[in-house]
């Protein structure tokens, strides 16, 4: 039974940083993508980056390029956000999602994911 359990939430200023992590747990072999997705309310829930666990191949969404980086631990069961120059627009529920397949990192709807978190909640003022 695969776990992800985020953390690092907060809020911040405009102009701050955060950095979230998701560990993921409970699963026999190595996870092939894990990534973040967000949703504000009464928005759609989009794809803000993810890696490929294997290559490290990374994806970003144009609204977070630049600012926000996704990195793995050595071990690959953790996935790190870092978040700088935070903006009002990204206040959101941010989720980690993660699937055996690194071909699932094309996919965009969080639904495709077989793994998900419960998700952590940034807030920028």
């Known amino acids: 039974h695969v776990q992800l359990v985020e953390s690092g939430g907060g809020s911040v200023q405009a102009g701050g940083s955060l950095t979230l992590s998701c560990v993921a747990s409970?699963?026999?072999?190595?996870?092939?993508?894990m990534g973040w997705f967000r949703q504000a309310p009464g928005k759609e829930r989009e794809r803000i980056a993810n890696i490929a666990t294997g290559g490290g191949r990374t994806y970003y969404a144009d609204s977070v390029k630049g600012r926000f980086t996704i990195s793995q631990d050595t071990t690959k069961t953790t996935i790190y956000l870092r978040m700088v120059e935070l903006r009002p627009e990204d206040s959101a529920m941010y989720y980690c999602?993660?699937?055996?397949?690194?071909?699932?990192?094309?996919?965009?709807?969080?639904?495709?994911?077989?793994?998900r978190g419960q998700g952590t909640q940034v807030t920028v003022s």
């Open positions: 999602a993660a699937d055996d397949r690194w071909e699932n990192c094309f996919q965009r709807e969080y639904q495709a994911y077989r793994y």
């Open positions: 409970g699963y026999r072999n190595a996870l092939g993508c």
